[in-house]
Antibody, heavy 118, light 107 residues
Framework: QMQLVQSGAEVKKPGASVKVSCKAS????????MHWVRQAPGQGLEWMGI????????VYSQKFQGRVTMTGDTSTSTVYMELSSLRSDDTAVYYC???????????WGQGTLVTVSS | DIQMTQSPSSLSAYVGDRVTITCRAG??????LNWYQQKSGKAPKLLIY???TLQKGVPSRFSGSGSGTDFTLTISGLQPEDFATYSC?????????FGQGTKVEVK
């Protein structure tokens, strides 16, 4: 069955970077764009950016421009999201979510909790 | 950015009730509106896309309507497994944006 499996929880200090992975199975990674969405504790969903596994430049939310990098490896069917210069308000669950090809997210990873604390 | 506003932010209902959640976009998004269900500690799940198309496997008690700026999600006959948070999302233009969520609780 189709699924996205993300890497495990991380604890980081302010100023550090974190890299979250998302491995796709059950479908061909390069056939669908991948989004990253985060959710701070008790808050709503926040879109971070979109990555095209077939190539081309990612598109990032202006809020994260300069701090986020999305990459992928089609040989391992894995996409990555790296967020740098972490602050306490980056503490959140980070999700990868597959684009259906229509702009809605039809398959989600299980989420990765990133905690930023000194 | 297109702002998405949901109402109410929370509601209490009985099993069997008909529940309606509203989502308003800050500008016209035609029918580029999608709905998700999220249970505590879990990833969101797609329910409805393009305003009114039910995702495969989603029970028919869920329905969506609307176009332009005003949209609704209706649950006809609330079931115990439907108590969750519901969020709308616009796919009209980047950056994709979500509503703040509506929590449906047991009355």
């Amino acid at each position: 069955q189709m699924q996205l499996v993300q890497s495990g929880a991380e604890v980081k200090k302010p100023g550090a970077s974190v890299k979250v992975s998302c491995k796709a199975s059950g479908y061909t990674l390069r056939h669908h764009y991948m989004h990253w969405v985060r959710q701070a504790p008790g808050q709503g969903l926040e879109w971070m950016g979109i990555f095209n596994p077939s190539g081309g430049s990612p598109v990032y939310s202006q809020k994260f421009q300069g701090r986020v990098t999305m990459t992928g490896d089609t040989s391992t069917s894995t996409v990555y999201m790296e967020l740098s210069s972490l602050r306490s308000d980056d503490t959140a669950v980070y999700y990868c979510a597959r684009d259906s090809s229509g702009g809605w997210f039809d398959l989600w990873g299980q989420g990765t909790l990133v905690t930023v604390s000194s | 950015d297109i702002q998405m506003t949901q109402s109410p932010s929370s509601l209490s209902a009985y099993v069997g009730d008909r529940v309606t959640i509203t989502c308003r976009a800050g500008q016209s998004i035609n029918t580029s509106l999608n709905w998700y269900q999220q249970k505590s500690g879990k990833a969101p799940k797609l329910l409805i896309y393009i305003a009114s198309t039910l995702q495969k496997g989603v029970p028919s008690r869920f329905s969506g309507s609307g176009s332009g700026t005003d949209f609704t999600l209706t649950i006809s006959g609330l079931q115990p497994e439907d108590f969750a948070t519901y969020s709308c999302q616009q796919s009209h233009s980047s950056p994709w944006t979500f509503g703040q969520g509506t929590k449906v609780e047991v009355k």
